[in-house]
Structure formats: C-alpha cells, structure tokens
C-alpha cells in the first residue's frame, strides 16, 4: 500500500512533537544540575534538613501594679543533647538517676534529649536554654490571674479575658542538623531560636504583690470565702484571695476536691446580712429619718408575727447610731418600712447592687441579686430586706461600692483589676469608669463615724487595731441551706482605714465556716497594710 501525503505528514509532525519533549527534559535536568551547586538549593536543602523540637510555648506575661511579673516570674534552666557520641559521653557529669537513664535510653533512639541538669553543664555539644516560666509552688492570686491549657490558651481569669493579648504562636525551639539519612551531623551543635519579645508584652493588673501577699498570709486558716482589699478612691483593687486555693501544678485535683477550689468567691454572690444595714440607713437619713428611734425589747410584730433581734433580751431605746453599732435588728425592721421599699432598691441600685459589671476587659462581676420592687409586697417582706435577709445576694467586689462610697465622703468607682495593657515597652490606660455620688457628704460623715464606733464598742471590736482608726460592720448572714440539719451562715466584715482620710476599703467573707471570725483577719491584714504605707 502506497503511502500517503498526509501519513507522511503526520510522522513528520510526531517526529517533531518528540523531539521537543526531549529538549524540554533535558532543559529540566540541567536546570536542576545548575541550582543544586548554586546557593538557592543549598537553602532548600538545609530547611529540608533540620530537625526542630519546641521546648515551650512563648505566652506574654501578667504584672502587678509595679510591674513585678506574676506569671513568667522563673527562668529554669534546660539542655538539648543531640544524639552524638561527645555528648552522650557528657551526660553523666550532670544527670544521675531516672533522668540520667530517660535522656541516655532517647539518644540511643536517635532521639535529641532535652533535660533539666543537676549539675554544671561543660560540653562542647550540648546547648543550653534559659526558659520563663511561671512558678507553680509561689503563686499568687491564682483565681484572677487563672491559668492556660495545654494549647497554651487562657482557660480562666485574666488569662482568658486577656487570651487575644496574651497568646502567641512562637514557641522557644532547638534545631539540629542531619544529613540526608537523617543522622545528626557531628560538628554541629544544637541551634536554640528563642526570641524573647513574646514575653516581655502582657497584662499590668491593679494588685500589688506586697499587698496580695499579707492578704494570702492572713487568710491562710479561711477555709471557704474571700478577701477583697481595694483602694478607695480609685477603685483600683490592690488584692483578691479566694479560699481555698487551687493548686497551678494540678488542676485536675482542685477540680475534684470538697469546697469548689475552682470557684472564686471574690466575684461570687452570697447572703450578706447587716453589711447591708447601711444601705437602709443612708436612704432613711435622706428621707427624713435620720432621728428615729426604736425601743428594742427583743422582738417586734409585724403583720402576723415577731421578727426577733439577735439581742434576745434587746437594746432598749436606740437610735440609728447605736442600731449600727450594736446591729439591732429591730430598729431596722422598723426603719425599713418607715423609709419605704422603693427608696431602699434605688439607693441599693445606684450602689450597683444586683448588676453585673466588668473589673477588666471581658472579666465580669457576678450581678448577684437584689429583691426586686414587686416582690416587696407587704411590711414583712421590706422588714427581711432592711437587715439584709431574703434573697439579697451581692459578692464581695460588689460590695466594696458601698463601703468605698462612704470612706470616699459619698462616691464610689467601680472596682478595677487592670492598670494598662503592655506594648513594646509602652502602655495602653484600662479605662474605667469615672465618680458615682451616692450620698452627699455629711451623709457619709454620719455613716463614718457610726461604723467606727461600731469597733471602738459595738459587734465589730475584733477589728481593732493599736494606733490605727478603723471603722466597719459585721453581719452573719442566713442563707437557707442546712448541713447535718444546722443552717449554713457567711459571716462578714466590711470596713476601710484610716477613718481620718481612708485609704482602703477591706472587705472579708466567711462561706459557711463561722469558726473562724473574719474581723480578726481584717484587724491583721489593715495593721500590716498600715505598716507599708
């Protein structure tokens, strides 16, 4: 069979096609000859062939008010041995035990090993790291600074109000050399990336470590509450201790033990009992009843039945001075329904009674509750809520407004537990928000001097202190709850020193363990307090 033209054409055409794709292979392969001698391969290869072990997460740090670190606040010291002959022969000169036969039997594996050294560390190839950390067994304020989980994000407190701010992506890391087996190259020692900038970023809070460590030390035989110590007119909290602690190096134990470790107390509402009393007594005054009297026999009916004092053989004649300052139950009963329920929750409102309220970006206070208006139908109902009884809930943050606004001559601030964020060596201000009047100053005069006698010769004279005028008010609160078939109480003691010119508001919170008294702590933390200034 004769050949056609168009066959002879297409063989020409596939002749042609591939002799192109042979050019084009041989394009490929000398190109690749070039650049495996040439620099930019040299660089492929390296990345190629490095070994990296992150040996932490880098996360920015929490400070107190003076800027001493809280979290990262240690640097412990580490070593990556490479698996080469020099430095498996050097471990022995500063590790010994289990950890000396857990670093060997990874170098055996080809493995690198990283160690902290029990000894001094003299070899030529191994490196060594300085890490931050923060110290597990030396914590402080644990319950607002909270903690990070295994990610390195923030899981509670500041840590997760702030976890945007504070996390980082970089992580401290050893990088070794191999070939291209896999082996480590002998003459190469370990190369550390570990750039510290990530840490030296973060979070100033309002507390003062000087301050949060005599409140740590005077709570220590709380067993269940919270101890709050704020500055008064700034608002600015200076310490917070919730009871009991948890322990940073295993939270999973304080999950699981008695007496919620986890749970912070500090933004936690409770019963609060006379602590409230005040409250009745600064709306009382502004209506006109600053002057009323009571004759205290131990009880008074009301609607159907006796509402008792805690005097069982009561006060006698009081008036509102001496109701405060011996907490005479029945006065306020009294005093209560005089000055009507309407006024007592506008007063206790714009304290901020009830409402929650952020100490910090994203951190919130618990809003707690106050009896609403159309719950307070008849006298009975306002008597309860005069001494702070019912279903009136406030936490300890929360009460700080009203006591603050007494030491302050009538205005408060709300609490605060950050100064600034940190950048770069600058800072940026936590803006918080400016004076609530709440009483005119001879109101809060008044105030002040009946919770000062309160210590000088009332229920409050536990909290005495030798050459220090401290002024506050006791309350042991039902709540409704009963153990062993005895009912559960919290005991509290709120005040602020000096009376003269306050400097600082101090709340205490017993939950449920009225053997240990609460105005004794107060008495100790505001003497050593004292003592700093």
């Not at 000169?93 to 003299?122: H, T």
């Not at 009460?399 to 601030?413: F, Q």
């Not at 803006?431 to 409050?460: C, F, H, P, Q, Y």
């Amino acid at each position: 069979m004769f050949e056609t033209r168009e066959n002879r054409l297409f063989e020409h055409r596939c002749a042609y096609a591939f002799f192109l794709f042979v050019c084009f292979c041989m394009f490929a392969i000398l190109r690749v000859s070039v650049i495996s001698s040439g620099e930019e391969y040299a660089v492929m290869q390296k990345n190629q062939s490095a070994y990296r072990i992150s040996l932490s997460r880098q996360r920015g740090t929490i400070y107190d008010t003076n800027m001493i670190p809280l979290t990262n606040n240690i640097k412990e010291k580490y070593v990556v041995i490479p698996p080469v002959t020099q430095a498996i022969m050097d471990v022995s000169s500063f590790l010994s035990g289990e950890e000396k036969i857990r670093v060997l039997n990874e170098l055996r594996e080809n493995k690198i090993a990283v160690a902290k050294p029990q000894g001094k560390v003299n070899s030529s190839k191994i490196s060594e790291v300085e890490i931050y950390k923060t110290d597990e067994n030396d914590f402080y304020a644990e319950h607002i600074i909270g903690y990070t989980d295994a990610s390195g994000h923030g899981v509670c407190g500041i840590e997760r109000a702030y976890d945007d701010f504070l996390y980082r992506e970089n992580t401290v890391d050893a990088v070794c050399e191999i070939d291209g087996k896999g082996n480590f190259l002998y003459g190469e020692m370990p190369r550390i990336e570990n750039d510290l900038s990530g840490i030296l970023d973060g979070v100033r809070l309002t507390l003062d470590i000087k301050i949060q460590s005599i409140v740590k030390e005077k709570a220590k035989n709380l067993k269940k509450g919270a101890v709050v110590v704020c500055e008064a007119e700034s608002g600015k909290i200076r310490a917070m201790e919730s009871k009991p602690n948890f322990y940073l190096g295993d939270i999973a134990k304080s999950i699981n033990e008695d007496n919620s470790p986890m749970l912070n107390r500090t933004i936690t509402a409770f019963s609060v009992g006379s602590v409230f009393k005040p409250c009745v007594a600064i709306s009382a005054i502004e209506s006109g009843f600053g002057n009323f009297t009571f004759n205290c026999t131990g009880k008074t009916h009301i609607i159907d039945r006796d509402f008792s004092c805690h005097q069982r053989s009561g006060h006698g004649i009081v008036d509102l001075k001496e109701a405060i300052t011996y907490s005479c139950n029945t006065f306020f009963y009294n005093l209560g329904i005089k000055t009507g329920a309407e006024k007592i929750i506008s007063k206790a409102s714009a304290l901020n009674f009830g409402t929650s309220f952020k100490i910090a970006d994203n951190y919130f206070v618990d809003g707690g509750n106050l009896t609403a208006l159309k719950n307070l139908k008849n006298d009975a109902q306002v008597a309860n809520l005069s001494i702070g009884q019912g279903d009136l809930m406030i936490s300890p943050v929360s009460m700080l407004t009203l006591y603050m606004s007494i030491a302050n001559g009538g205005y408060y601030v709300l609490p605060s537990v950050v100064e600034s964020t940190v950048t770069g060596g600058s800072q940026t201000e936590y803006k918080t928000a400016g004076k609530t009047r709440v009483m005119s100053k001879e109101i809060a005069d008044i105030l002040k001097d009946d919770l000062k006698n309160v210590v000088l010769s009332g229920t409050g004279t536990e909290a005495m202190v030798e050459d220090l005028e401290v002024a506050g008010k006791t309350a042991t609160a039902q709540t409704g709850r009963y153990e062993n078939g005895k009912e559960i109480t919290n005991s509290w003691f709120c005040g602020f020193f000096p009376v003269s010119d306050p400097k600082y508001v101090v709340i205490v919170m017993s939950d449920g363990n009225t053997d240990v008294p609460v105005a004794p702590i107060f008495a100790e933390i505001a003497k050593e307090i004292n003592l700093l200034t």
